[in-house]
């Protein structure tokens, strides 16, 4: 049978380090709010959750916490260059808690886009589970066009993309041509609002991690058809996403969740930084102004 596609508001969690380490009492805190609020489902490991930073016993510690506090599905995120590595990958992790995985295109080599279609067909043919492609050509050097994605499409366990391939054009066109069950999440998170209402079926959005009822409400108001309400909500949210990627992410995101007691350090790792001293200032600004200040009526 065809396996569900992703909608609604994901999380790319990020990762909770503390003198170096998985921080797992923050890690668990984080979980039990968001599992208390309207997120469909978490990406692990992946590139806001800074994954090519952690280790094998690592990652597969983080899987295992967020599957005691989490009941909604786990997605983990994989990345690489070499499809032979990638495979062993989906069989090293066949037994661990996870309902799928987030598959970025390879990156630094920059293969064709035949080789991009064999290269996801090897990783489908490899596992059971639903994959999401992720096709972010500013991060790994190559764009997968719609022609090849349309052809992955077909396949029944490669069930939607995270798209973020900054071409306009090519997202409405994926939207429009897309097959029944094959789902397109937006990753941009300054795009949400345009995103769903050409289409999208929701979005993988880091921004999420603060206001998170207030990004899943922009969706729900347009189902429900309350464009100018969902139009109205956005304009309060639509500048939150440039400040916390004003700087690399995740560092911002985990600035703000640790002045709101989420987390307990925001430590990044190598070759990530904190935030600077002014982003800093802005951010607890912000943070004053949202979590501080009475909530707007009608929220």
Known sequence: MPLPAPTGLWLPLITPFRDGALDEASLRRMLRHYAAGPVDGLILAATTGEGMTLDADETERLVAIAAEEWTRPLVLGLSGSDTRKLVK???RTVAWPVQGYLIACPYYVRPSQEGLVRHFSALADATDRPILIYNIPYRTGVNLGNEAMLRLAERPNIVGVKDCCADARQSFELLRDRPAGFSVLTGEDA???????????????????????AFAAIRDRLLAGDQPGALAAWRDLSELPRLLFAEPSPAPIKHWLWRTGLIDSPEVRLPMTGVSDALATCLDREIERRVLSPVPAGW
Do not use: F, K, R
């Open 89 to 91: 990958e989906l069989d």
């Open 191 to 213: 795009l949400l609002y345009t995103a769903l209402t050409q289409g999208a079926d929701g979005g993988i959005l880091a921004s999420a991690h603060v206001e998170t009822a």
